[in-house]
């Protein structure tokens, strides 16, 4: 599918597909991407379907690495169709790159982005993003650091994951004394259930320093597939394997309204809640989660209505955060 709409990234210097392809999955027990056959099947799928932003992370999968070796395994002769993007720096977890010192500094990112470069068989990173802020480095030393990277051609833009408003600030300040083009993305959770970065302004920052923002949990984790209901869980989703919880505490109430809704404009709810995302013009991508071929196909087929202000309004009014 050639028509799913291409979108910038920030300063990036390409566009990437409205619906990326998150790969947390892949590689992960119980997962059907678990394996190299079953993440073969998804990524295969996604290109078909015209998905070309792949977003990943180092610590992606059941061990160290393995969503990255993964999808290196897997591009077969297609890399050049992908946008890849993944991630260092994890400040919560203890990584094989701990030696090297604190997470954001100039030692430890060169090594990361080597290791990436690696285990996704790439001579280079599309999108290299810092995992989550470093209190032990100044964002200076980090984004210049980045710079370099660019201008070694190892990566071709960069971004970072869970900054507040005001670390974002300092992160665009820093990117302009590297004489970098700017912070291309900013990764946050959002979703029609989880809107604190609306509340809190980091929203408005990533759209503020020019950043493309890239939401996600987007769908919650499934929640809003459509395929759930007050009453019944599809047994083999995530949410019933690792987070029921989400449907049990779900306000029932304004999901059934939403699904109302959804019926009455002659949408889907998946369509619904793609298209609320990307009417927005800092969404970038939504980076949704897929773990068959089927799912990868039915995102990218569903990423073409879009909502009215009035629809807009509706569906905040049932889901206020």
Partial sequence: MAGVEQRRLGSAPFTVSAVGLGCNNFGRTGAASASQEGTDAVIAAALDAGVTFFDTADLYGGE?????????????????EAIVATKFGFTEVDTPLDRLGAKGSRAYLRAACAASLERLQTDRID??????????????????????????GKIRAFGVSQFRSTQLDAAAAAATAAGASGIASSQDELSLIARAVERDGRLAAAERIGAGF???????????????????????????????????DADWDAMEAYAALCEQWGVTMLEATLGWFLSRAVVSSVIAGATRPEQVTQNAASATWRPTSDQVVQIDALFPG
């Fill in 64 to 80: 160290w690495g393995v969503s990255e070796t993964l999808m290196g395994n897997a591009w077969k002769g297609r890399r050049d």
């Fill in 127 to 152: 999108l290299f993003q810092q995992h989550q802020p470093d209190p032990a480095t100044p964002i200076g030393e980090t984004v210049a650091a980045l710079q370099e990277l660019v201008e070694e």
């Fill in 214 to 248: 890239l939401p996600f949990f987007p769908l919650a984790n499934g929640l809003f597939t459509g395929k759930f209901s007050r009453d019944d869980m599809p047994a083999d989703s995530r949410i019933a394997r690792q987070r029921p919880h989400i449907a049990q």
